[in-house]
């Protein structure tokens, strides 16, 4: 597959699309095995596209006196909004208490620290139903159809980055 990339705008990125791990990118971010392989794609492609980026994994929960506040696949920093985003990744339909979940992280952080911190779950599966109530609930849901849209702004290279990255902080 061609790209439309020259190494002045974008060496990284250029030089990623030559390892296996972009195919690998590319199938788990729209059809994953399993939740990991699906938070490993939203890892990289939200790096890829330029944003500050923590997987968390192993240390995914927040605890205050021994006591659970939170949890979180990802952090992720925009510069141009100046927000942090906490995200969820799930290969599920998101239910409703996963969208209370990571509202209630956001919310938690944003309390510590007094910046904005807004919530995020990615999904590979169709949740039109299911978005309307969690943006009542201020939580972005980027599922299925946002992800071929994500999909094809990578694909289309450096120019198509900026239009990746508000797409997704826009919610």
């Known amino acids: 597959m061609q790209?439309?990339?020259?190494?002045?705008?974008?060496?990284?990125?250029?030089?990623?699309?030559l390892f296996e791990a972009n195919e690998i990118l590319d199938r788990n971010f729209e059809?994953?095995?399993?939740?990991?392989?699906?938070?490993?794609?939203?890892?990289?492609?939200?790096?890829?596209?330029?944003?500050?980026?923590?997987?968390?994994?192993?240390?995914?929960?927040?605890?205050?006196?021994?006591?659970?506040?939170?949890?979180?696949?990802?952090?992720?920093?925009?510069?141009?909004?100046?927000?942090?985003f906490a995200v969820d990744c799930t290969i599920g339909v998101p239910a409703a208490d996963k969208i209370d979940?990571?509202?209630?992280?956001?919310n938690y952080i944003s309390e510590?620290?007094?910046?904005?911190?807004?919530?995020?779950?990615?999904?590979?599966?169709?949740?039109?139903?299911?978005?309307?109530?969690a943006k009542e609930n201020e939580v972005n849901i980027i599922d299925k159809e946002d992800i071929i849209i994500l999909k094809q702004y990578f694909k289309n290279g450096y120019s198509y980055l900026p239009r990746a990255r508000r797409f997704i902080t826009k919610g």
Request: charged share 30%; hydrophobic share 30%.
């Open 112 to 133: 510590c620290y007094k910046f904005p911190v807004k919530p995020i779950i990615f999904t590979p599966k169709i949740c039109t139903a299911v978005k309307s109530n």
């Open 3 to 17: 790209y439309d990339l020259s190494p002045s705008e974008y060496p990284l990125l250029e030089t990623y699309k």
């Open 31 to 84: 059809n994953p095995n399993n939740d990991k392989d699906f938070e490993l794609s939203v890892y990289w492609y939200l790096e890829l596209i330029g944003f500050h980026t923590i997987k968390l994994e192993k240390g995914e929960i927040i605890r205050e006196n021994k006591i659970n506040k939170g949890s979180a696949d990802i952090l992720f920093y925009d510069n141009e909004s100046k927000t942090m």
């Open 101 to 106: 979940k990571i509202r209630n992280t956001s």
